[in-house]
């Protein structure tokens, strides 16, 4: 019912900038929330930002001051800046979408296939 495309990671050097863009398709009624998580190899995935319809953000602790998420609501988009990239950021980044696909519905957690983000010299 809902596609959920991520794009944009790659590979960057300590101190880099990168930005993720995740664009959603299908039955949408409206967008509830969106936001960005991420799993680094054995680990669990975790939190790494989110932004609500109202335009709320929250960010994990470990990216404050140095990630910006972002909302197109016309595109349907959502888009993670990242600066000041560690090592430590080495993950796959994950989006989230809390959609309502009709008005009488509910909402409906929905994820995207994942993006590789790799910090490295």
């Known amino acids: 019912q809902v596609q959920l495309v991520e794009s944009g990671g790659g590979l960057v050097q300590p101190g880099g900038s990168l930005t993720l863009s995740c664009e959603a398709s299908?039955?949408?009624?409206?967008?509830?929330?969106m936001g960005w998580y991420r799993q680094a190899p054995g680990k669990e995935r975790e939190l790494v930002a989110t932004i609500r319809g109202s335009g709320s953000t929250n960010y994990a602790d470990s990216v404050k001051g140095r990630f910006t998420i972002s909302r197109d609501h016309a595109k349907n988009t959502v888009y993670l800046q990242m600066g000041s990239l560690k090592p430590e950021d080495t993950a796959v980044y994950y989006c989230n979408a809390k959609i309502m696909n009709t008005w009488f519905g509910y909402e409906n957690d929905y994820w995207g296939q994942g993006t590789q983000v790799t910090v490295s010299s």
């Open positions: 299908g039955r949408i009624f409206t967008i509830n929330a």
